[in-house]
C-alpha cells in the first residue's frame, strides 16, 4: 500500500516497459543493420580461408589445386586440378568434417565466374594473370573491387582494403 507522499513507479510497471521495448528494438533491428555487408563480410573471411587452404594443399601433398566460383551454384568449391583444368569429380575435403569443400554464397550476393589455380609444390599461381602478373584480384558482391588478392608468385592471399580488421 502507497501512502500520498510515495512516488514512483512498481516493480510490473518497470518489467512492463523493459519488454515493450525490448519487442520493439526486436522489430527495429533489422530496418537499421545491413546485413547484407556483414554476410558479404563474413563469405570473403570464408573465401579467403579456403584460398589459403587451397595453397598449402598444393604445397603439401604436391597437387594441383583450385578453387572454383561459380555464379550458376552460387558458391566457392575448392577442386583438385589436373593438367591445369579443375577436376570437378576430386573435390577437396573440407577440414573440418571431410565433406566437399565448398562454401555457399549468402541470398542476393552475385558472384562473378572466377577460377585460382594453384600449381603442386609452389602453390604459385596458374596462369599468371592477366593485366597484372604480380597479383590475381577476386570481385566479390559489393565490395571494394577487387575484394581479394592472390599473389602469383607465392599464392599468399590478401585483402583490398589493407586492413586485417575487414577482411
Known sequence: ?????QRGFTAVELIVVIVVMGI?????????????SIDELGFRADLRAMLRH???LAVTQNRDVCVLLSPAAGAAQA???AGNVCDATAPVADPTDGQPYTIQAPKGLALVAQQVYFTKGTGALWPTPAGNPSRQGLTIGSLPAPALWVHSETGFVDCNTGSALVC
Open 54 to 56: 587451397a595453397q598449402r
Open 1 to 5: 500500500m502507497r501512502s500520498a507522499c
Open 79 to 81: 577442386l583438385y586440378g
Open 24 to 36: 520493439v528494438a526486436a522489430l527495429a533491428a533489422p530496418s537499421l543493420v545491413q546485413w547484407n
